[in-house]
């Protein structure tokens, strides 16, 4: 089915919203009224046709769009895109991996065509279309990496292994929850997952790490991960904090439903072949709550997930100023019926 | 675990005791590419068995119509490299593993250090692929018992050219090891794979020079070394399997049924970890994986290489 | 901070110990770094080699070059500046083996270069030995602007480039030697907490 890209800003204006269709199938995240911080990784197989899970890299009505919010960050911070040399196998194992996918999985917007070493990447939505020699930078207009980073929605992280853990070695980032990749670029594991709060439970990343370090090729694997966003906002960066903060006082009881968006990331990590490094995935996935209300059993979800939070939580993901505003809000939608475990709208 | 299917597409007899396989695809399409450094798992059934054995993968990772693995017959072969080399014959298909790296290359040196000896010479050939491919400096040092049973000199010395040292021990040839590591340039890293007395020399060698730890790489994969019979009582399937002599506790847990999971088979990987609810009269530990305090504390076990040292274990699967 | 919260990213530093198994030693010092060095050789003088750059600048009333002098027998070098100091470290590492072992005294901003000087010669952070004297201040990367604003001793320093107030937090890269700097009154201009010396 071929997509209809919509023509939107997730800047200045926030022209930004979603059809019946994307809200229908957004990732929500909660399938209990608890919300317990937790590795929960799962398989990245293929899920329901239509479902953000039917492929390995999901395109929606917001490609366009997206991509051009991403160029619009990259220009002016060229610094949200950094690879250090030895990470060059790695650029092109995941250009040959997201091409693949996209060619593969959507068929009526993007093709490539491999001669052997001379690939044809052809973009149809981003009227892109170029010749290259895989392997071979210099025929590339940007490093590899760079150059396919921006033609797939969400952001990307490569991670070198070595001495027993992994490092982020490169990047593209514009669509972070408050992380810095100018920051972090060359941080290992342990170093990067420094600042997280207490409450998370103890030994959790040092269990992920240890599962990552043996991700198999051909077996991806998933989680979700989630956050509140005032404004529908890709950039949430540290680096434009100065721009997006003061956001966070404009939220009140009239305008909380239309003004906060529930973040959803679907994070992936694929295991790379000639490199041996790691691809992280973070595909976000942006939604108002008056969206979220749409389907009673998800308002009624988030309600009684948001009001059983942990301080700490609700500060560390930086909410603490109009979450009680949330909950309030939220309350107005939850009859307090029991709600089966489970993800599902309806 | 997802498993290829492949076709035996040629094989070649090296040396008396190495046969070179080389495997297909059934439908001709194309392997996946991988790592220099990487091996796979070979699966065969046999004698009413399933034998499970990593190889490194030789050819150049660049190249994926064909894989190719070699494999030295053992003496005592608890029957995998045994069956290889009498039973697998051309057009015969096997299930292989996606490839795993586990001795990968340090990206970041400046310089690499690749230390040989006999049949360890399989994962150096694909990382001398890798190396040249990059540019990056590298030795190659490769010492065996006899140039007449030497794996592979011929195409190294083509393709290393003078980076390639060669050491045939019953000419007298020895490879100075304390000589090769202390005259490096600052960046250097260096790997061994081969016998283990060997690893341990470099790995000791390394050290003694004040060579940092993660500059010294080793590979030593341990086949499952052949034991006492036990009992395996699993505690969530509540079944109990005998584990006969010959055959390791992943193999007798895997011809019962049961679903475990692994990667190298060879103790280095720890995916194929256990939790050791009971015991009596402690653990066999052979693996590389586990700390020392893990292993005395005898809550965990590498079922892939390691044993019981009485008669019953109560495991957490 | 809190209580009983760690965070992974912050280096820790120990004092100077001999590594047994070396084939050379390279010691470098700064101010009041010097005494570190003077206790290393009250451990012993190793057997291998042992090279000693010491710079005086960083605190002038704190200057051991004198000492040193006595204490040192050979390859002591000494510098007015830092600058200086690192330059020669430069020439040094080309000529040098594998075996060879770090170690560095001084403030963490001086630490931290040595540390991007060895790097480039394939020398991992983790195999320098580091301890810290002088002082604790910091330096702080402005997230917003990219400078780096050095020797900051306050919870909250105004940034060298942007100007912006910056938080200090906890967050330290190794890749830039600094701990990460986040505007502090971006939701609430204006609105700044005390400012205090807590890293002296
Ligand atoms: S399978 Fe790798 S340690 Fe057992």
Redesign the pocket.
Known sequence: MALNFKQETFRDDYSYSNSAHAIRRFPFPFAEDQYMYSVNIEPHTKGEPGSVYEFPFDIDEHYVAECLDKEITLMQDPGRYHALPHMMDAQWDFLELTMTALANDYPEHFSLSRNGQTWTWDNKPLGVCDTFTFGDSSTLVREPFDYIGRQVQGDFVLLDQRDGTLYADAGIVTSQADWSLAFNVGMSWKEWHGPVPRATEIGVMDRALKYLLNLQLANPVRRLNWTMTVNPRLDTSPENYPYWGGDRNKVNTDNVGDLVNLRVELQSLFRLPRSNAIVFSIRCYLMSLKDVTSYPRWAKRLHRVQKTMHPDLIEYKGMTKFHPIVVDWLSKFDDGAELGIGTHPE | MNMIDVKVAAIKQVTPLIKHFTFVKEDGSELPSFSGGSHIVVALDADGRTYRNPYSLMGSPTETDAYHISVRRQENSRGGSAFMHENVSVGMTLKITHPVNLFTLAKMAHKHILIAGGIGITPFMSQIEDLKRLGVEYELHYAFRSYAQAAFVDELKKSCGSSLYCYGDSDGERLDMQGLLSWQPLGTHVYVCGPSPMVVSVIETARNLGWPEHSIHNEQFLSPPVGEPFKVQLAKSEIEVEVPAEMSM?EAIEAAGVKA?????????????LGVLEHDGGLEHH?H?LTESEKASCRKI????SRSKGKRLLLDL | MERGYWIKSKPVYTSLVWHEKATSHLVLATGIGGMAVLKLFQQMHPRQPVTVLYARYAQMDADYSETLKKVVPENLYIFKFEEALLASLKEILPDTRMGLRLYVAGSEGFIWDVAGVAKQFGIDDAEIMKELTDTLARSVYCVHCKSVTRNVTTNIVPCCGCERMLFVRDHFSRNLGAYMGLMVDAESPGELPAIEEIYP
């Open positions: 992943l999971e692994y990667l190298c088979r060879g103790g280095v990987c720890g995916r194929c970890e693996d994986f590498m079922p892939c290489v």
